[in-house]
T-cell receptor, first 113, second 113 residues
Framework: GDSVTQMEGPVTLSEEAFLTINCTYTATGYPSLFWYVQYPGEGLQLLLKATKADDKGSNKGFEATYRKETTSFHLEKGSVQVSDSAVYFCALSGRSGTYKYIFGTGTRLKVLA | NAGVTQTPKFQVLKTGQSMTLQCAQDMNHNSMYWYRQDPGMGLRLIYY???????DKGEVPNGYNVSRLNKREFSLRLESAAPSQTSVYFCASLSLTGGYEQYFGPGTRLTVT
């Protein structure tokens, strides 16, 4: 079945460091791919998305490119801030039928001042 | 625009007690979902409702029932709570425009003693 694998955390970085969180997937067909962010005590918020191969999703300085050849959707940011400290989830969804999401296990990011 | 709302925010139950978690969305979405979030396991789908009047099991349905009361509301019921159901529960609804994004509620933190 479909699955999402993302790098284990926690990831601890200094402010202004470069961030990469790896995400790879297994899916039949052509899923949509998402990164969600969860701040402490809150629900999940969509960070960015990509719906087809080679699409680049971007938001708030974060970027991820839908790579069909490597089945990957890695999250990157050039310069992290303390306010980026959160848990990040990679997810995929089919584009027909029930649109059920498959989530990765989440990666906790801590940014130190 | 309230989005997805959930009640209660916190709940403590004794083993064997029952309760219903409420969820409502005001975005006129057809599909709604219930997830549970446990440390190190990401989000797992309990039940979903593709449209008003239909419900289906997800990955971890045992011990739960759901009701899609109308297009807005989707409730999750624990008939006889067990400590293994201690978790954070999230409700979500799906937008079919712009890439099949799910919108999440703020969550209900449930502890079963």
């Amino acid at each position: 079945g479909d699955s999402v694998t993302q790098m284990e955390g926690p990831v601890t970085l200094s402010e202004e460091a470069f961030l990469t969180i790896n995400c790879t997937y297994t899916a039949t067909g052509y899923p949509s791919l998402f990164w969600y962010v969860q701040y402490p005590g809150e629900g999940l918020q969509l960070l960015l998305k990509a719906t087809k191969a080679d699409d680049k999703g971007s938001n708030k300085g974060f970027e991820a490119t839908y790579r069909k050849e490597t089945t990957s959707f890695h999250l990157e940011k050039g310069s992290v801030q303390v306010s980026d400290s959160a848990v990040y989830f990679c997810a995929l969804s089919g584009r027909s039928g029930t649109y059920k999401y498959i989530f990765g296990t989440g990666t906790r990011l801590k940014v130190l001042a | 625009n309230a989005g997805v709302t959930q009640t209660p925010k916190f709940q403590v139950l004794k083993t064997g007690q029952s309760m219903t978690l409420q969820c409502a969305q005001d975005m006129n979405h057809n599909s709604m979902y219930w997830y549970r979030q446990d440390p190190g396991m990401g989000l797992r789908l309990i039940y979903y409702s593709a449209s008003e009047g239909t419900t289906d099991k997800g990955e971890v349905p045992n011990g739960y029932n759901v009701s899609r009361l109308n297009k807005r509301e989707f409730s999750l019921r624990l008939e006889s709570a067990a400590p293994s159901q201690t978790s954070v529960y999230f409700c979500a609804s799906l937008s079919l425009t712009g890439g099949y994004e799910q919108y999440f509620g703020p969550g209900t933190r449930l502890t079963v003693t």
